[in-house]
Nanobody, 126 residues
Framework: QVQLVESGGGLVQAGGSLRLSCAASGRTFSTYAVGWFRQAPEKEREFVAGISGSGGGTYYADSVKDRFTISRDNAKNMANLQMNSLKPEDTAVYYC???????????????????WGQGTQVTVSS
């Protein structure tokens, strides 16, 4: 069992930055791929970024590439999402997700994740 708790959301002006954190319980965090997803009002949940258990593989949605950076610190059971050059269209509830993987790989599909955090609101004003 893994429990995930997100933090770091808030209100920021366009062009600003936020850093989201995901704290995970458990002692085998390095065997879990982690993903960040977001859901805006009246829209489907979408993939934002993913990272493999070792941190060696990172993956991004085209809409956030070159602006967002995903990272993890397995010694601290933490995963982070650094968000720069934020745009109003980045406004959404952001969720951290995790799934144990046999091989060290990242995962983009939300239906493959079985552990989810409660979400944190990010609002970008224009």
């Amino acid at each position: 069992q893994v429990q995930l708790v997100e933090s770091g959301g808030g209100l920021v002006q366009a062009g600003g930055s936020l850093r989201l954190s995901c704290a995970a319980s458990g002692r085998t965090f390095s065997t879990y791929a982690v993903g960040w997803f977001r859901q805006a009002p009246e829209k489907e949940r979408e993939f934002v970024a993913g990272i493999s258990g070792s941190g060696g593989g990172t993956y991004y949605a085209d809409s956030v590439k070159d602006r967002f950076t995903i990272s993890r610190d397995n010694a601290k059971n933490m995963a982070n999402l650094q968000m720069n050059s934020l745009k109003p269209e980045d406004t959404a509830v952001y969720y951290c997700a995790a799934v144990r993987t046999v091989f060290d790989r990242g995962i983009r599909q939300s239906d493959q994740y079985n552990y989810w955090g409660q979400g944190t609101q990010v609002t970008v004003s224009s």
